[in-house]
């Protein structure tokens, strides 16, 4: 429960400015500095970093507590108590009650997770590459990789590896200034410092511009939210100059490749692909039941194989989506006071896994369950590549379309990478020739089994088309 608290935070503070109807000001000068210092039992320690605007502690605790108290409830369905910690006041007397460690850790950056580290990261071919980076410039910041771009899909581990990033550098070498901060917190500060002032030499943009480039490492994540906004693209572009000109490390991420940002400002797309840019894309199957086993096991709870992979192959794009099913899962359990079996799991995650409900079985759908069972990307899957690795599930690819769409061959061959019917034909052929083949073919014959049990669940039994 201690590592959802952490993971859901900002969803928690969202949820509550939404709940009870928070401006936008108050939200970002009194809700956006208060992170979870520290969790014992059911008590919770907001650190409440103050160090901009003053002694705002009181205020705080006697308007904002109940609000907070009600929504973390509704988002974690437990109640906890609620105490603070203002990082202004925090004397030599107050700190001996947390470790200098995490004390440190938190006056640098209370937004950075501590539970985001490399450790708690779940390694796969997906997301290999990011990892090993990530972690070499984590090893020698402003050295190796500047600026390191890190890109996916939402929910894929982009905010987890910066944070992992900045944790590594913040425990081996505390004297070092490090600041995460999203594209749009970034946004709204500049939108205060300009709206504060009346010259481009002001108190409150000389404020602004101290915070971000007397720094050792800057993490922003989203960079794609600047798209558009003129005056954060400005200023972004010269933080960014004055960094790397300062050989100080730059990680960013976004949804995007830069190359494909073409409502970004030229000079700063080449300057974004000037360093290293990795992807991580959606986990594999053995990745997502990694995931799912390390979570069980940080809950102490042991559940049967067959529930894992039930929510695992159901639940295929997004690692946010999968640890929220199973946190439902254990959460529904709990409330219901059951054990947590097959009947169980389907009754929770009956909103989000219906197999009463026909997929539609589609030739782009088959070729992204094929890819992802064998663990390459539908764009090698269409390319013209002949690794053996690629080639077979292709093959297996074409032939699926064929045994479980309407498609004509002409169809199927223009969806898979513009291939003519002859080609797909032969695939076919290919792979029914093999599976008449009683002798070694064992393993053909299981991959299309459980690709048909993945791609329809209402498959029943090993057909081949007539």
């Known amino acids: 429960m201690e590592n959802e608290l952490y993971q859901r935070w900002e969803e928690i503070l969202e949820h509550m400015k939404v709940s009870f109807d928070i401006t936008d000001v108050s939200y970002r000068t009194f809700i956006k500095i208060l992170s979870i210092y520290s969790i014992e039992d059911n008590k919770i320690t907001i ?18 507590n109940k609000f907070l108290s009600v929504a973390i409830e509704e988002i974690t369905g437990v109640h906890y108590e609620l105490s603070y910690l203002s990082l202004t006041a ?23 997770n501590p539970n985001y580290t490399f450790d708690t990261f779940i390694v796969g071919d997906n997301n290999d590459y990011a990892h090993a980076a990530s972690l070499k ?27 992992a990033i900045a944790n590594y550098i913040l425990e081996n070498d505390t004297s070092k200034k490090v600041i995460y901060v999203t594209s749009e917190t970034f946004t709204n500060e500049i939108v205060d410092a300009v709206r504060d002032s009346k010259n481009e030499h002001s108190t409150a943009r000389q404020e602004f511009r101290n915070k971000y480039r007397n720094v050792d490492v800057l993490l922003i994540d989203d960079i794609q939210f600047i798209i558009g906004k003129e005056s ?5 572009f010269h933080t960014f100059n004055h960094l790397y000109e ?36 959606p986990p594999a ?31 295929v794009s997004n690692i946010r989506e999968l640890q929220g099913a199973i946190n439902k899962v254990i959460s529904f359990s709990n409330l219901c006071d059951k054990e947590i079996t097959m009947e169980l799991t389907k009754e929770a995650l009956a909103d989000i896994i219906n197999p009463d409900i026909k997929k539609e079985i589609t030739v782009e ?71 008449k083949n009683s002798q070694g073919n064992e393993e053909l014959k299981k991959n299309i089994d459980v690709l048909n049990k993945k791609i329809n669940p209402q498959y029943c039994g090993f057909l081949m088309h007539k």
Do not use: W
Request: aromatic content about 8%.
């Open 365 to 435: 759908y088959i070729a992204e369950t094929v890819a992802d069972h064998f663990g390459i990307t539908v764009k090698d899957l269409l390319s013209s590549k002949r690794n053996s690795n690629i080639v077979f599930p292709r093959h297996i690819c074409m032939y699926l379309c064929r045994e479980l769409t309407s498609n004509s061959l002409a169809d199927i061959g223009s969806r898979l990478g513009n291939r003519h019917h002859s080609t797909i034909l032969h695939s076919i052929e290919l792979i029914e020739k093999k599976l």
């Open 232 to 236: 954060t693209q400005l200023e972004f």
């Open 246 to 281: 300062s050989q100080k490390q730059i990680i960013i991420s976004s949804d995007k490749h830069p190359s494909t940002m073409t409502m970004l400002e030229e000079r700063l797309r080449s300057r974004f692909e000037m360093g290293l840019t990795v992807d991580i894309k």
């Open 47 to 64: 650190l409440i970093d103050d160090i901009n605007i003053g002694n705002s502690k009181s205020f705080i605790e006697k308007k904002y």
């Open 285 to 315: 199957y053995e990745t997502r039941m990694a995931i799912l086993h390390k979570k069980v096991s940080e809950e102490n709870i042991i559940l049967d194989d067959n529930i894992l992979d039930y929510i695992a192959s159901n639940i």
């Open 90 to 112: 925090l004397d030599s007397q107050n700190r001996k009650q947390f470790p200098e460690k995490d004390f440190k850790k938190a006056r640098l950056n209370p937004s950075i």
């Open 137 to 163: 410039v984590a090893e020698e910041p402003g050295d190796t990789y500047n600026p390191l771009f890190i890109y996916g899909k939402p929910g894929l581990g982009k905010t987890h590896l910066m944070h």
